[in-house]
């Protein structure tokens, strides 16, 4: 299993950036998946989860900016 990223204090640009590379990577993984076999069968997977957690992140980040305002 891959090592958990940990995007928690993180500022919303760098997570925008890590989120928007991550879509990209897993929209390529499913072109190539189309056409071949996959030696990672579960890299998908973990592109969704790492997605799901830098969005978490993100919301965090920007719920707690708009509590300080």
């Known amino acids: 299993m891959a090592k958990k990223e940990k995007y928690h204090g993180a500022d919303t640009e760098?997570?925008?950036?890590?989120?928007g590379e991550k879509r990209e990577a897993l929209r390529a993984l499913r072109?190539?998946?189309a056409g071949?076999?996959?030696?990672?069968?579960?890299?998908a997977r973990e592109?969704?989860?790492e997605i799901a957690r830098a969005l978490?992140?993100?919301?965090?980040?920007?719920?707690?900016a708009q509590?300080?305002?």
């Open 47 to 49: 592109l969704r989860r």
């Open 14 to 19: 760098q997570l925008t950036k890590v989120v």
């Open 67 to 69: 509590g300080k305002n």
């Open 31 to 33: 072109f190539n998946v």
């Open 56 to 64: 978490t992140a993100l919301n965090g980040t920007l719920r707690q």
């Open 36 to 43: 071949s076999k996959n030696k990672n069968v579960k890299a």
